[in-house]
């Protein structure tokens, strides 16, 4: 089906284009140069110590809690409002997710005081994940992590150059990890980023992201060196130049996207809050934030209710989509005794409306009419 008004537009131009070609031409295609420069460029905006590229936010989650030596039978407390691949990540170390209602309708972030609940013996680290790239309370889930001598790990695929009082999500705890996946507000098809400013963390990421080896290939090439070691069990979490290559252009891109951005926001607040039938999940913000998503969260609603709003939009040429399907509710985790109620009542009942920084106003006002009527029916 052919949208009006699509859930998302790529960021791509000519820029992009032009960026691949000169890698291909370059004869390095593989990890090498790009991925250096797309690194410092991570390095010098969020002010942390090493920044290393890999395949996915996914393999940037999995090396995180390895190099924090993270694994059977240890418990991660995280969201189960969030992608699927921020639990399974826990499980590739043979961890258990324990997963933790949010703040309330208005604020789909992970709740500090349920947090405190959740601790154990076993607890190693808490995995938070910043909704639409709206920030977590970091002062609070910081000084949990130090009463309990906890790790923290950022899921930060949703918001890159977010702030939370005046710092940048990903830099704040032990490690960051971003998403490059074609929807996100940095997109290079596939590919990650993670951050840290602890030198015996990023050395292990490091090793563990290319097979163990103690050089890569492009140090090879260069005379850098002309042997290896394999030391660890590692795996393929490289990234390519090909894709860093226009991650550099998408992040030369970025800040002037989210400027763009809140002023799409801003509009949609407008239009949106003379609607009755919704919460506006972070409504009250004041931080500098990425706005990957425009959720809304029907009221007094059910999940019937909320797909036929969703079909009646599509029928009107708006697409959307669904952030997230409760994770602790899928197969793989329904075993778990979990009572999330806030969680599995925005599950049942949001919708992720159109965003992105080309929207222009009317068709904004276009999308919030078009959901009045439809409430008011």
């Known amino acids: 089906m052919s949208y009006k008004i699509p859930l998302f537009d790529l960021n791509f131009d000519q820029k992009e284009i032009n960026a691949v070609a000169e890698t291909i031409t370059s004869n390095w295609i593989s990890t090498g140069p790009k991925c250096g420069e797309l690194e410092q460029i991570f390095i010098d905006n969020f002010r942390a110590r090493y920044a290393i590229s890999v395949s996915s936010c996914t393999s940037a989650l999995h090396l995180a809690l390895m190099a924090m030596n993270i694994g059977v039978d240890d418990e991660v407390i995280c969201p189960s409002l969030t992608f699927v691949a921020s639990a399974n990540a826990i499980k590739y170390v043979g961890a258990n997710p324990i997963f933790c209602d949010v703040v309330g309708y208005d604020n789909f972030n992970i709740d500090p005081d349920k947090i405190e609940t959740l601790i154990t013996k076993k607890t190693k680290a808490i995995l938070v994940v910043h909704f639409a790239g709206f920030p977590c309370n970091m002062d609070a889930i910081k000084s949990l992590a130090l009463k309990y001598n906890l790790k923290i790990i950022e899921d930060s695929c949703h918001g890159p150059l977010s702030e ?51 050089t890569m290939s492009y140090q090879r090439a260069e005379g850098h060196a002309t042997v290896y070691d394999v030391v660890e069990l590692g795996y393929n979490y490289r990234m390519d130049d090909i894709r860093a290559s226009i991650g550099v252009v998408q992040m030369n891109k970025l800040q002037s996207d989210l400027e763009k951005r809140l002023s799409v926001r801003a509009k949609y607040v407008d239009c949106l809050s003379n609607i009755k039938g919704i919460y506006i999940p972070f409504e009250a913000n004041t931080e500098f934030v990425s706005n990957y998503i425009m959720p809304i969260v029907l009221k007094d609603s059910t999940a019937g209710k909320r797909d036929a709003v969703r079909n009646e939009l599509h029928k009107a040429g708006i697409q959307t989509s669904v952030h997230y399907p409760a994770v602790h ?26 965003m ?15 959901l009045n009527e439809i409430l008011s029916e």
């Open 164 to 214: 939370y009082k005046g710092e940048k999500l990903g830099a704040i705890g032990d490690v960051g990890c971003f998403s490059f996946f074609s929807n996100k507000n940095i997109s290079t098809g596939e590919g990650g980023m993670v951050i840290t400013s602890d030198e015996k963390i990023a050395n292990k990421i490091k090793l563990l992201r290319s097979h163990g080896m103690t």
């Open 329 to 354: 509710k899928f197969s793989m985790y329904k075993d778990l005794d979990v009572d999330l109620p806030i969680t599995e009542y925005i599950a049942d009942n949001e919708i992720t409306l159109p």
């Open 356 to 370: 992105f920084a080309a929207l222009k106003n009317e068709d904004i006002e276009f999308i919030a009419n078009t």
